[in-house]
């Protein structure tokens, strides 16, 4: 998958290009990055790329023609795949999502805006989907494309062990379970007792419960949008109904 990114602040992404997951997966040649500077589409000396908003305001406003122009120089280098921007009132950017982008193999321009956003008529002419990653307000695009480039790739076929991305928060319509590891006991806590038994039955029933309990206590939506989904077992009703939970 190929990912090319329009900017101000191009080494940021070194973030996602030499650490971790995604720096692993790109050695792999499981995904790609190419970063734009729009002040390259620019025909003024300083290379203006903003400029005052029309009818006042704070702050100044990305200017359409510096990012267009940067577009279709990506168009006919090659990447004819989804244009995203970020913004507050954008779709809230799921696990859902990120799945059917992986699934749908496209490639992905990503706008990172600054200043006080976008000129609108770019955005009504050049982006597809305008993606919000929480309800709160970043100074640049740079940070939610990085989010989305790590969602994105670790799902990739290959990026990591298959099974440690199919029980994760999410996949399963749940938040994960508590995990522990050595030493059995840290400042006084023990591991459960359940995980050092070696029985996978009840380790498996009590993962879940887990999963459940945490996901009622602080996500009680995503129990909806499993039981909508049919990603609740009768079990899990049971399990639900014995601790206050209509199902």
Known sequence: MRFD?????????AAVTENGITSRAMQRGLWSLYTWNPREETEDNHRTVDDRPFGGGPGMVMMADPLARTVRRIRRSGNVGRVVSFAPNGTRLTDETVRRWVAEDRDMVLICGRYEGIDQRFLDNYVDETVS??????????????????????QLP???????????SFSTGLLDAPHYTRPEVWEGQAVP???LSGHHANIAKWTREQALELTLRTRADLIEKAKASGKLSETDRLWLKKHGYPV
């Open 5 to 13: 990114v329009i900017t101000l602040f191009e080494p940021m992404f």
């Open 133 to 154: 990653i929480g309800d709160f307000v970043l100074s640049g695009g740079e940070l939610a494309a990085m989010v989305l480039i790590d969602a994105v790739v670790r």
């Open 158 to 168: 290959g990026a990591i062990k298959e099974l440690s991305t199919l029980d994760e």
């Open 193 to 195: 007792e359940v995980l």
